[in-house]
């Protein structure tokens, strides 16, 4: 089993930038495909980005392309999501979860069995 906790949320304005990270205990770190999920209120979780268990495949929503950034350091058992440019859409509660290793990364959230309880992220525009 793996413990997932997030942390990095906050209220920010348009445009600007935010960081989240996700700390993994438990089990080893490099066994697991990562994945970024979001809900927004009144609506249901959808996906954002997933990263294999070396880094070296990288899957985004096309929502995301171009601003949000998935990565992994697995030294430090972390899984961090780099957002830039946010807008008030990108306001949610994101949660990263831990999948079995595979190629390409899921991207759906049946396929992922562990869950950390979620950061949230507040844009105003």
């Known amino acids: 089993q793996v413990q997932l906790v997030e942390s990095g949320g906050g209220l920010v304005q348009a445009g600007d930038s935010l960081r989240l990270s996700c700390a993994a205990s438990g089990r080893t770190f490099s066994d697991y495909n990562m994945g970024w999920f979001r809900q927004a209120p009144g609506k249901e979780r959808e996906f954002v980005a997933a990263i294999s268990w070396g880094g070296g495949r990288v899957r985004y929503a096309d929502s995301v392309k171009g601003r949000l950034t998935i990565s992994r350091d697995n030294a430090k058992n972390t899984v961090y999501l780099q957002m830039n440019s946010l807008k008030p859409e990108d306001t949610a509660v994101y949660f990263c979860?831990?999948?079995?290793?595979?190629?390409?990364?899921?991207?759906?959230?049946?396929?992922?069995?562990?869950w950390g309880r979620g950061t949230q992220v507040t844009v105003s525009s």
């Open positions: 979860a831990a999948a079995p290793p595979r190629v390409p990364p899921a991207i759906r959230e049946v396929e992922y069995p562990h």
